[in-house]
């Protein structure tokens, strides 16, 4: 049953969603346009800095969160592209520092939000792992290694994206694979 709040939620994700990225684009393109021409060395040139690079960061986290509620299509792109640029929410669900390893230029294509959402409860496999620095993940030829165990909700939800989970491992659907945009249930 939804309550009102979800309902209100639902309503405003897509306008919300629009401000966010024009608010952020503003932003980060304000700030990059100002640092250059600032004195360096002096103090509020490191402060403009540093509000530039956390604009940055603000950017790619709230571009990848926003991005889970999107309608379902299929997109293409390449595999160390797509992990990268969903990196700032694997890094908050994994619960610790997580550090992406490797280029891979492999062409993947994948129904998203579904791939995407996958991976962020992949992540959670990392929950019982000690405290501090999580395993690097390992990218190459389409495969993302993980040092955890991937949960059996998160392998269904793989699965169901069209990627392939191997033991601690996600092969991402390639390019070629006959990969269709379900509507969502």
Request: hydrophobic residues 45%; charged residues 20%.
């Amino acid at each position: 049953m939804t309550t009102p709040a979800d309902q209100a939620m639902a309503l405003l994700l897509r306008p919300v969603r629009h401000a966010v990225n024009n608010l952020s684009m503003v932003l980060t393109a304000n700030l990059e346009s100002a640092v250059p021409r600032m004195p360096e060395g002096e103090r509020v040139t490191k402060l403009v800095t540093r509000a530039w690079d956390a604009a940055q960061d603000y950017d790619r986290l709230a571009r990848g969160y926003l991005a889970l509620g999107r309608e379902e299509s299929v997109r293409s792109g390449r595999a160390d592209r797509v992990i990268g640029d969903l990196l700032p929410l694997l890094v908050l669900a994994s619960g610790g520092p997580l550090a992406l390893e490797g280029e891979d230029g492999t062409a993947v294509e994948y129904r998203s939000p579904a791939l995407e959402s996958a991976l962020v409860l992949a992540m959670s496999g990392a929950s019982g792992l000690p405290a501090g620095p999580r395993p690097p993940l390992r990218l190459a030829r389409g495969r993302v290694e993980l040092g955890w165990a991937v949960p059996e909700a998160a392998r269904t939800a793989l699965e169901a994206a069209g990627a392939r989970v191997e033991a601690a491992s996600v092969v991402l659907p390639q390019s070629g694979g006959a990969v269709s945009a379900r509507a969502a249930s």
